[in-house]
């Protein structure tokens, strides 16, 4: 393997983790807030869903991005 194979293994590697840590980063800050905000105003599992959903939406947007930008 020479060094150009290196280089190529290795960003490809940093871009399937960059991509793993936003999606995990977007659904586990959208869980927290419905969280928040459902112990707040005492409404059951409604804005778990919803901000779980939106965190979902908002991870897909960002690995779209990021797989433009290669």
């Keep these: 393997m020479d060094q150009?194979?290196?280089k190529n293994l290795a960003r490809g590697m940093s871009l399937l983790t960059q991509l793993g840590f936003t999606a995990l980063v977007c659904v586990v800050i959208g869980?927290?807030?419905?969280?928040?905000?459902?112990?707040?105003?005492?409404?059951?599992?409604?804005?778990?869903?919803?901000?779980?959903?939106?965190?979902?939406?908002?991870a897909i947007k960002t690995m779209i991005d990021i797989a433009k930008k290669m």
């Design 31 to 58: 869980v927290l807030i419905g969280y928040l905000l459902d112990r707040w105003l005492d409404t059951s599992p409604v804005f778990i869903i919803i901000f779980s959903l939106l965190g979902v939406i908002s």
């Design 4 to 6: 150009e194979d290196r």
